[in-house]
């Protein structure tokens, strides 16, 4: 089966460094994608990795290994407005996006 | 960029009323648009796939004839609850791929809050 897992919640302090793992096991591998989720809101798009390697976004970065199924989101400097939750999709060899169950950030002052 | 508007953000409707969710992408043609149902502390659960101009296809345990899509037009999907039920309450969004921009990843609307009661 298809499976994506990454903690459920973590929790980290205001101007700290967090990292968000996440492993998958999917039929065929295009892409992963990470999201962010504010609580009663649509998702947003942080980054998308289809390359071994590592992607940097600002604050935000996004690493890969193909090979290992492996992912992580890297937060930088947070801020109290990162609270929300993250989320790892991966794109199959159907292009169809596995969702993960989300990583709760909460961020304390 | 690439919006996609969805409509309403939210809605009460009474239990055996039926209620119909619209999503249109702005600036870009949609030819697929996914819909999603989102339960409290959970996350996103793939309900059909709608393809303008066709049939959707729906993930398996999701009832079609209770959840109708219609996917008429390249810029519009819609997604109507039949004969709604409390369990059916639940956060609804829409997303679309941008064509040839892979790496900007899937537009979402904003989502549609729906209480049955």
């Known amino acids: 089966g298809q499976n994506i897992d990454q903690p459920t919640e973590m929790t980290a302090t205001e101007g700290a460094i967090v990292q968000i793992n996440c492993t998958y096991q999917t039929s065929g591998f295009n892409g992963l994608f990470w999201y962010q989720q504010h609580a009663g809101e649509a998702p947003t798009f942080l980054s998308y990795n289809v390359l071994d390697g590592l992607e940097e976004k600002g604050r935000f970065s996004s690493f890969l290994s193909r090979s290992k199924g492996y992912s992580y989101l890297l937060l930088k400097e947070l801020q109290m407005k990162d609270s929300a939750s993250y989320l790892c999709a991966v794109q199959d060899s159907n292009y169809q996006l596995i969702w993960g169950a989300g990583t709760k950030l909460i961020i304390k002052p | 960029g690439a919006v996609v508007s969805q409509h309403p953000s939210w809605v009460i409707c009474k239990s055996g009323t039926s209620v119909k969710i619209e999503c249109r992408s702005l600036d870009f043609q949609a030819t697929t648009m996914f819909w999603y149902r989102q339960f409290p502390k959970q996350s996103l659960m793939l309900m059909a796939t709608s393809n303008e101009g066709s049939k959707a296809t729906y993930e398996q345990g999701v009832e079609k004839d209770k959840f109708l899509i219609n996917h008429a037009s390249l810029t519009l999907s819609t997604l109507t609850v039949t004969s709604a039920h409390p369990e059916d309450s639940s956060f609804y969004i829409c997303?679309?791929?941008?064509?040839?921009?892979?790496?900007?990843?899937?537009?979402f609307g904003s989502g549609t809050r729906l209480t049955v009661v």
């Open positions: 997303s679309a791929r941008v064509p040839g921009a892979e790496s900007l990843g899937y537009t």
